[in-house]
């Protein structure tokens, strides 16, 4: 398989993925509305990266996605070996466990 990614009018874009790493996961109650998922979005490549981008899902007891949400990094450029503080909000509803998936680009400059 493959991997590639497009521009959004459908040719294929310059851009190349890099992957980022979550840490210091933290899971609180944010009033009766929704979950809030806290931490640190790692990069642990030797170039640096931008646009980091996670998107968060909750679960029912059948694995089942009842709610999602996603954030992006506000830091343009992450340096190798440098964390950035994430705060992501998912509506809440019944769950019983959650999923965070990170996507970046790496920074060419």
């Known amino acids: ?3 590639f990614v497009l521009h959004p009018e459908g040719r294929p874009s310059p851009t190349e993925a890099a992957s980022v790493v979550l840490s210091n996961l933290s899971l609180s109650y944010s ?3 929704s979950v809030r998922v806290t931490g640190y979005a790692t990069n ?4 640096m ?8 899902v909750l679960l029912d007891e059948h694995r089942q996605i009842v709610s999602l949400g996603s954030t992006f990094v506000l830091e343009e450029d ?3 070996n440098a964390s950035v503080f994430f705060d992501l909000r998912i509506q809440r509803e019944p769950f019983t466990r959650y ?3 990170a996507q970046a680009e790496r920074d060419w400059q």
């Open 1 to 3: 398989v493959q991997s």
């Open 31 to 33: 009033g009766t509305d």
């Open 44 to 47: 642990e490549n030797e170039f």
């Open 49 to 56: 990266i931008k646009n980091v981008a996670i998107a968060g």
């Open 78 to 80: 992450i340096q190798p």
């Open 99 to 101: 999923w965070l998936y």
